[in-house]
């Protein structure tokens, strides 16, 4: 990596035309000369002192599109834990030598199951979103140093791999207008679509809308037979009170469940378990964190950890005591977590799960796309071969994101 250009100027540029927009575009003035700025790349270890992490977080106030996942308390434990050995680097994006953007990159040799060497995002198993933190209204200069950086890389690198990435909002927009002012090609090799809680109903409204009167009757039947085993409870944090029992609690609810039979539980994993403890400490330290548990004679019997981004936020992990399933705690939890949409300033809720999930794609309605994209890079030596590899996964179909 030392070898390799650490810095890339990106120079102004007036776009004149853009790709077709994705779905539920954000409305866009017209274009303006975008400022340039330049991408550094570093060792992720150099973001770890105070004030690299404090210039972060004075970031991620200002983010473009809010993404827990690469912000510094959550990003800097994966890393630790996850990458020790320094090969997923950090790419900073600084405007007159400002932090003005974040993402984390890594050299892949192998793409899937094919020994195709290429640039990509970094992204991990407890990562759910893959949008970089780009400060407010600079979204194109950012892809643009980004591009110019990966353009500028030897010739290891067939193309660049975008894990994750939301398909509508001003980052994506952004994105196609660049592409489209530079000629240059991108494939969208995988899309599929989050599920979301966005709407200006109440919880209840919200809840009757949604769930059918059966359905609701059910729910309420089950709450009452619980209720009859012992005290029910639902208890709410918003700061740091008991947060080292609550991760403790949760821990263990989630390992004696499927998961844990699976291996893919926190606990499975000295590296997903000291994830766990450090993310929701740096989120509450920062008031980035709401917990929300169900308890019955005070014994937690489901639990949910969100991560408060606004105007958004992430439901990061839930869990519930699978030998009461009969009951469905884990619906009456996201029952009770529908008052979320009274919280002042907050607009929508990624579950970070997709439209395949049993239970959450029930309850929630709307639907956020995310994709997978890769984007050609280099000369046009490198250009002609990621066209070829392109065509054969995408079977034929066009170009475009």
Same mark, same amino acid.
């Given at each position: 990596m030392a070898s390799q250009p650490n810095t890339i100027?990106?120079?102004?540029?007036?776009?004149?035309?853009?790709?077709?927009?994705?779905?539920?575009?954000?409305?866009?003035?017209?274009?303006?000369?975008?400022p340039a700025g330049e991408i550094r790349c570093v060792d992720w270890r150099e973001m770890q002192d105070m004030g690299a992490v404090l210039a972060w977080d004075a970031l991620a106030m200002w983010a473009s599109e809010p993404n827990p996942f690469f912000e510094s308390?959550?990003?800097?434990?994966?890393?630790?834990?996850?990458?020790?050995?320094?090969?997923?680097?950090?790419?900073?994006?600084?405007?007159?030598?400002?932090?003005?953007?974040?993402?984390?990159?890594v050299r892949q040799s192998r793409y899937y199951t094919r020994p195709i060497p290429h640039w990509a995002s970094w992204a991990h198993p407890n990562g759910f979103l893959g949008a970089p933190l780009v400060a407010r209204g600079l979204e194109r200069s950012f892809w643009r140093a980004l591009l110019g950086w990966a353009d500028a890389q030897g010739g290891l690198g067939l193309f660049l791999h975008l894990a994750e990435l939301p398909l509508s909002g001003a980052l994506a927009d952004a994105l196609r207008d660049v592409l489209n002012d530079q000629g240059r090609n991108a494939a969208l090799v995988g899309r599929r679509q989050h599920v979301m809680l966005q709407s200006d109903l109440s919880p209840e409204a919200y809840f009757e809308a949604t769930v059918s009167g059966k359905k609701r009757k059910e729910y309420r039947r089950q709450a009452n037979?619980?209720?009859?085993?012992?005290?029910?409870?639902?208890?709410?944090?918003?700061?740091?009170?008991?947060?080292?029992?609550?991760?403790?609690?949760?821990?263990?609810?989630?390992?004696?469940?499927?998961?844990?039979?699976?291996?893919?539980?926190?606990?499975?994993?000295?590296?997903?378990?000291?994830?766990? =403890?450090?993310? /929701?400490? @740096?989120?509450? *330290? !920062?008031?980035? %964190?709401?917990?929300?548990?169900?308890?019955?004679?005070?014994?937690?019997?489901?639990?949910?950890?969100?991560?408060?981004?606004?105007?958004?936020?992430?439901?990061?992990?839930?869990?519930?005591?699978?030998s009461l399933s009969a009951y469905s705690p884990g619906v009456l939890l996201q029952r009770e977590n529908l008052a979320m949409l009274d919280m002042p300033g907050l607009g929508w809720i990624d579950s970070c799960a997709d439209e395949t999930h049993p239970m959450i794609t029930h309850l929630w309605r709307e639907r956020r796309p995310v994709?997978?994209?890769?984007?050609?890079?280099?000369?046009?030596? =490198?250009?002609? /071969?990621? @066209?070829?590899? *392109? !065509?054969?996964? %995408?079977?034929?179909?066009?170009?475009?994101?």
């Open positions: 100027r990106a120079e102004p540029v007036v776009a004149p035309t853009r790709l077709p927009p994705g779905p539920n575009p954000t409305p866009r003035m017209p274009h303006k000369p975008a308390w959550y990003l800097l434990p994966a890393l630790r834990g996850l990458a020790p050995d320094g090969r997923v680097r950090i790419l900073r994006f600084e405007m007159g030598g400002d932090l003005a953007g974040i993402m984390p990159i037979r619980l209720g009859e085993l012992g005290a029910l409870e639902f208890v709410r944090h918003e700061d740091e009170d008991d947060l080292s029992a609550w991760c403790e609690d949760f821990l263990k609810l989630e390992a004696a469940g499927w998961k844990g039979e699976a291996g893919s539980a926190l606990a499975c994993l000295p590296a997903t378990t000291a994830l766990w =403890r450090e993310a /929701l400490h @740096g989120a509450a *330290a !920062r008031g980035r %964190l709401e917990r929300l548990s169900m308890r019955l004679d005070g014994r937690p019997i489901a639990m949910l950890a969100t991560f408060i981004t606004k105007p958004g936020a992430f439901m990061f992990k839930t869990a519930y005591d699978e994709g997978r994209v890769s984007i050609e890079i280099g000369g046009a030596v =490198r250009r002609g /071969l990621f @066209g070829v590899m *392109a !065509r054969r996964e %995408l079977g034929g179909a066009g170009f475009g994101i």
